[in-house]
């Protein structure tokens, strides 16, 4: 952090900067998606040591210039971004930008059951350089969390939406020190102080010009900012309609040049709002539109970027270079990292396990109570094929619905780690794979285990393992599905969405509600990829297979079904052997787990690449 100190030297005119760190400039930047405009001719500069601000009313191009200079647009073929964004005099894509500068999403996304300082030394167990020793890390997160104000919650819960444990604020801190651990030279923010009342609002941006004296450079949108936080802006730029308004100092010089050409603040004004409220379009009427508008050109004519003179002795020993490895850390220890953290999550989530396991042992005591007197005879086949088939719905949907709704959520903060190059997609995929089983086989074995024995299903301790190794391949497939649907899915509504339809075919070609045989040719090839369907012929060849029926429960004239092969035939389960189902269902979930990690792998973030101008 030595680098940082003593950047900027000012001579005794207080006109000319004299520059030792690193700059960031940006010349007409143009953003568009099809024939909207979002950035029209946008140009600026920050240089270290200076708090860069943001600021419009809602729709003026605030995030997106903010995602510009951060490199963070997301693709969209029908966008078109020109300009050019410079380092150190330097095109960005010569540097490694993504090492030497951080982002700071407006969401705070955080893993809700881990504390502070465990989030914070994960990170730099992922993105900091193997050369420290995990005592330097600890003592970096340490004298980090004393200058953020983190130390009194550092072994506190970050929290949920369901759970609350730290503070807006606190959240919003830990956010910013995560980030701040890998020593970036730029920081870029979008909206820091939503969502925060106005002391905690003050104590964020106070954190960040504390940020700027330390030598960095940070850039952030800001939406309706006090007088007290307007104050502490070195910089700003006040949008409209995607067009530059204002582009220089912040402060009185910002008050003094709008004092200038006509629009004098009033006295014990917020001049950010008064500002704001020039620069804003008033839709209440059509004459207040016009005169809107025509203000709004006015300024716009008048727009000029007021800098200081720089002379440039800019220092690039300390920024990376875009040649420099990947990753900090090793396939390995990446694995290790993810799965102690995706194991904990799973078990210091109390409430969901609590509700998942009561939720399952409710079913069994249910299934008992319908299910309990099964015997040799002919009405009991129907009451079996009811019971198995039940089993085979609980068990896929008790795992596949907690697993999309959970992976939909983190899937976020996987799409954030990745972004920032915190470790392979293959590391994470199997750490939370393997983390997350041990707890649906728990689940399954405790459900099915009661049911198998109170209801009285097939007393053979073979008959039982194989019971359970289609259970546990039911779970394979159903947590391969949630995966799977949730990663492909943009986010959680859809997934759901998209879930539900897939889960009922699954369901009408189980093999309860039809009849296999009878299924029209043209469609009844589904019936393959339910993997209900061979859970259900699995569960239910094990359990005929051998068996002899009686017929005391019916009339002498009725059919009766003496073994159990009989029961096979009739309901069209003899086709295939136990084994064959078995290895059918397991392939299904393998193949799903594998469509889950290629969808998670294939939509990392994609970024808008600037065409130079």
Not at 192 to 207: M, R, V, Y
Not at 580 to 587: A, G
């Amino acid at each position: 952090m030595n680098y940082y100190l003593n950047l900027i030297d000012m001579n005794l005119n207080n006109n000319i900067k004299i520059l030792r760190g690193p700059s960031l400039e940006w010349k007409n930047v143009n953003y568009s998606i099809e024939q909207k405009k979002i950035l029209q001719n946008i140009s600026g500069q920050v240089f270290s040591g200076e708090l860069f601000a943001i600021l419009g009313p809602s729709g003026s191009g605030k995030t997106s210039l903010l995602n510009v200079l951060a490199d963070r647009i997301t693709k969209n073929k029908n966008a078109t971004l020109t300009g050019k964004v410079t380092v150190n005099k330097r095109n960005r894509d010569q540097v490694n930008f993504k090492r030497m500068s951080a982002f700071v999403q407006q969401d705070d996304i955080l893993y809700p059951q881990m504390t502070v300082f465990e989030s914070l030394l994960m990170t730099s167990k992922l993105r900091l350089s193997s050369e420290k020793t995990e005592i330097s890390k600890k003592e970096m997160i340490d004298n980090l969390m004393r200058r953020l104000s983190l130390t009194d919650i550092k072994d506190s819960k970050i929290g949920s939406v369901l759970k609350r444990s730290i503070s807006g604020g606190e959240k919003k801190r830990t956010c910013i020190a995560n980030e701040l651990l890998t020593e970036p030279l730029i920081i870029f923010l979008d909206e820091p102080t939503s969502g925060l009342d106005s002391f905690q609002a003050k104590n964020i941006i106070h954190i960040l010009k504390d940020l700027t004296n330390q030598g960095h450079i940070v850039i952030c949108s800001i939406h309706q900012p006090s007088s007290n936080i307007f104050e502490l802006f070195d910089k700003v730029m006040f949008l409209s309609e995607g067009q530059a308004i204002y582009n220089g100092f912040g402060n009185e010089r910002c008050v003094d040049y709008f004092n200038d050409i006509g629009f004098e603040c009033p006295n014990l004004y917020n001049p950010a709002d008064y500002i704001l409220d020039l620069i804003s379009i008033d839709t209440s009427s059509e004459e207040t539109i016009k005169n809107s508008e025509e203000r709004i050109q006015k300024l716009l004519s008048l727009n000029t970027i007021s800098y200081d003179e720089v002379i440039d002795i800019l220092e690039d020993k300390n920024i990376p270079k875009s040649d420099e490895h990947k990753f900090y850390s090793t396939w390995y220890e990446q694995f290790k990292l993810l799965f102690v953290r995706s194991l904990n999550e799973e078990l210091r989530d109390r409430i969901s396990m609590i509700i998942r396991f009561s939720v399952s042992l409710f079913f069994a005591i249910i299934l008992c109570m319908i299910y309990g007197n099964l015997d040799y005879g002919q009405k009991s086949i129907q009451d079996t094929l009811g019971a198995y088939f039940f089993i085979c719905i609980n068990s896929s949907f008790g795992a596949m619905f907690p697993t999309l709704k959970k992976f939909a959520v983190e899937k976020e903060i996987v799409m954030k780690e990745r972004s920032n190059k915190s470790y392979y997609a293959s590391a994470f995929y199997l750490a939370k794979f393997l983390s997350s089983m041990p707890i649906e086989l728990c689940i399954s074995f405790l459900y099915t285990s009661i049911i198998y024995w109170a209801i009285g299903f097939n007393h053979s301790g073979s008959s039982y393992f194989s019971f359970l190794i289609i259970v546990f391949g039911l779970s394979l497939c159903s947590t391969g599905l949630g995966l799977s649907i949730s990663a492909s899915a943009p986010d959680i509504h859809i997934a759901t969405t998209m879930a539900s339809p897939i889960m009922i075919i699954m369901l009408l070609f189980g093999g309860f509600y039809a009849n296999l045989e009878t299924i029209p040719k043209f469609i009844s090839w589904l019936q393959y990829f339910s993997f209900i369907n061979w859970g259900f012929q699995g569960l239910i060849i094990n359990e005929f297979t051998g068996k002899n029926m009686n017929c005391n429960d019916i009339q002498d004239d009725q059919a009766c079904l003496t073994t159990g092969n009989d029961v096979l035939s009739r309901y069209s389960f003899d086709k295939f052997s136990e084994a064959e189902c078995t290895l059918c269902l397991w392939s299904i979930g393998i193949f799903l787990h594998i469509i889950a990690y290629i969808s998670l792998r294939r939509n990392k973030p994609q970024y808008q690449q600037i065409e130079l101008m």
